[in-house]
């Protein structure tokens, strides 16, 4: 192929651009990718992993699926979400990779495409979407595709699972993003409150209604509407629901002028909507409507990997910037099934690092039902085990060893080199011992080789 067609071709591409040989050498590329990185692009010299991720190996060698691997596995284009080193720090990154073939039908390279995800972040960073595992990574190519259009996109997951993050997310990532962003909270509100809040009233219009008021849908002209639980409004309000998606119309309560606005709809439930549809809870039409763009969120259980990521952000959320999870604390919050999800995993390190004396946070620090099932689950493990089922019900577990009081403080002493950041002096005033005790004591057992110096 004549690479002056293929670079006007890749020239002509508004994202990030490039057209990669079947060995990872970059042939052409546009200016916004090149703009995109600090690492300079060498054309017929730079390979595509060197530049995005300052890497001397292709992604599928260290941990991440490749894009171009699954081009040639399915002769297909194939897209990805993948963390790319930026001139701002790493960043993520919506893939599309489609495969070049020739007259014969042969690969002879590859065109990528690719948009940073700005809502998203890969170490801690307030107010953004923070994870790092598969089904996080998947979430942000769902939202991604998603911010781009007006489709209605339905938000379903257990309470705590981010959904309002989420939806903010796609706003801001939309055309929209300058316009207004407006919840609306539909748990508790009755029929005739639910109307008012939604669409406003006259002066008049009922006891109480001294003067006009503005409904939220009014005030989201332009911009985007957030339902959220909207499995929570009743059965009568659907009807004035659905048309106002169909139609982008309405009537304020007590008004006879129908006014038209220019919204997109986001919607969110914990509940199952379809098994509601079936029990004659929630329409049916409606729901057609609101899950034009389906997103299921995953429970924080599914996203251990994310889990040390998201307490690091809560711990600088709470203002303990300088505290930090020991190994066996870590454990046990990744042990944990959080009914409560992220919410949930937030309390627990806000009363964590209360209770923490020192700046590293300990097991025992963590809430009790955290640590007590964390056991339980340990318990269960050694349960099953063959040589504990060949037990009697009524038979002693096996005695422990016990240690001399300076094996514990040798290993307690090794632990606590290998699990905090604290200086030396720090860590010996935390022990309320001298410098040189804490110095005496290592040389005794053997681990002064262990210091950070």
Known sequence: MNISIVQSMINAIEKPAIFISTDYVIKAVNQPYVDAYKKPVQIGTSRCYEVSHSSSTPCDQNGESCPIQACIQTGNAASVVHIHQMPSGKEFCDIVMKPVKDEDGITIGFLEILENIRFAASSPKKNKMLGKSEVFLLVLKHINRAAKSDISVLLQGQTGTGKELVAKALHE???????????????????????????GHE??????????????????????????????????????????????????????????????????????????????????????????????LPTLKQRTED????????????????????????????????????????????????????RLILDTDLPAHVVKQEMNDNTDVVDSSPERQSQSPHSAAPPQPIMTLEEVEANYLETLLKTNTLSFDELAASLKISARTLYRKLKKYNIANTLPF
């Open 307 to 358: 889990i040390e990521l998201l307490a690091s952000q809560f711990l600088l959320d709470a203002k303990y910037p300088d505290k930090q999870l020991s190994k066996q604390a870590l454990q046990a919050l990744q042990s944990y099934d959080y009914p409560g999800n992220i919410r949930e995993l937030k309390n627990i390190i806000a009363q964590s690092a209360l209770m923490a004396d020192n």
């Open 173 to 199: 990532s939309s055309g929209r993003k300058d316009q207004p962003f407006e919840v609306i909270e539909c748990s508790g509100l009755t029929e005739s409150l639910f109307e008012s809040e939604l669409f």
């Open 203 to 296: 002066k008049g219009a009922f006891t109480g209604a001294t003067q006009s008021k503005k409904g939220l849908v009014e005030l989201a002209d332009g911009g985007t509407v957030f339902f959220d639980e909207i499995a929570d409004v009743p059965l009568a309000m659907q009807v004035k629901l659905l048309r106002l998606i169909e139609t982008q119309t309405y009537r304020s309560v007590g008004g006879t002028k129908v006014k038209n606005v220019n919204l997109r709809f986001i919607a969110a439930s914990h509940k199952n909507l379809l098994e509601l549809v079936q029990k004659g809870l929630f329409r049916e039409d409606l729901y057609y409507r609101i899950a034009g763009f389906p997103i299921q």
